[in-house]
């Protein structure tokens, strides 16, 4: 079973990615790193800043991981259905479709459903997360 949530990271302490990762892990029950790592092969990065998807390709591929890029949410939505990945990053602010709607229209999809999506965003601004559809997260403490 998958938890929903979204993850809100600090880019401000440097362990960020490595708890990228552990929600990644976390997002699954009963399945320990190295099979997650053999599940989690491949991952949509979804953001319309270059250099944001770049620094995500290459600590991901750095992991093993297949790396799909999309620079916009309705974009991210095309390379969703082409590529089926296995978990989603997203962005949480681009300027076509934000990373909630862009969210809740690939759990829409039967094969979005189960598929770990990870929203981030610098936003601080609780009030817009807590406003996310209730039915596609569940926030993270």
Known sequence: MVRRGVWLPNFDDPSWFLTMRNFCVETQTGVDMGEMAERLSRILVVDDNRAQ???LRSCLEQEGYEVVEAAAGSEGIDA???????????DGCMPDLDGFTVCERLRARPQ???????????LR????VSGAPTPFFRARS
């Open 53 to 55: 998807r770049a620094l």
């Open 80 to 90: 969703f259905e082409a590529s089926l990945p296995d978990c989603v990053l997203l």
């Open 112 to 122: 979005g459903a189960d598929v770990p999506i990870l929203i981030m965003t610098a």
């Open 125 to 128: 601004d609780t009030d817009t």
